[in-house]
């Protein structure tokens, strides 16, 4: 019978073995190591972009850009907290430790696996960027920060260093890390327009 972690098992494999290639070589420790880069250019366009599109009264998005990357810099934060504790909880080896056959190009980190560091703190950066930046940023480029944060989650299986559950599970943290500090903004500034 195929439990979970046989299933969890197969599918790394799957990816960590069956995807290999020159390309994923060279690009996964890239996304992996300096990936959180890639989002730079995205918060620089948000910015000017929020400075200069103007609302139904006129007034300028720069504010609610700048407390979007405030949010996303302070759910990644939490997200790091959340990390080290569930991580500590859990206890699950990594399968760069315990699957003699995974194929490794970076050295098998010493922490504990579950969840995905990268996958929680990348989805926890990524959400108020996307939930923060409607209404000045086009729906196609709001997509962008969670592209991000799904490559790099995926990296880390084609890296042999996580196990799909470890990522979906960080992704999952993230999401809810960086929706719960959108809609908390969302709504402080919803009663602080009302109240002016």
């Excluded at 996304?31 to 890639?38: A, E, V």
């Excluded at 910015?47 to 139904?56: K, T």
């Excluded at 996580?162 to 993230?174: E, K, Q």
Aim: charged letters at 10%.
């Amino acid at each position: 019978m195929m439990t979970l972690q046989s299933l969890d098992t197969d599918l790394l494999l799957l990816i960590n073995r069956g995807m290999v290639n020159s390309a994923f070589d060279v690009l996964m420790p890239g996304l992996s190591l300096q990936g959180y880069l890639l989002i730079i250019p995205f918060i620089l366009a948000m910015l000017v972009r929020g400075a200069v599109q103007r609302d139904v009264q006129g007034k300028s998005f720069l504010a609610s850009a700048i407390w979007a990357v405030l949010l996303a810099c302070l759910a990644a934060y939490l997200a790091g907290i959340v990390e080290d504790a569930v991580k500590v909880a859990v206890a699950r080896e990594r399968p760069c430790r315990t699957i003699g056959s995974i194929r490794l190009i970076l050295p098998c980190p010493g922490s504990y696996s579950m969840p995905s560091g990268h996958a929680i703190s990348s989805f926890a950066f990524a959400l108020p960027l996307f939930h923060l930046s409607r209404g000045y940023v086009v729906m196609w480029g709001r997509f962008y920060p969670l592209a991000l944060a799904a490559l790099i989650a995926f990296s880390r299986l084609y890296l042999g260093v996580h196990y799909p559950t470890d990522v979906l599970a960080g992704a999952l943290m993230g999401t809810a890390i960086g929706l719960a500090l959108s809609y908390g903004y969302r709504l402080i500034a919803t009663e602080e327009s009302h109240r002016a």
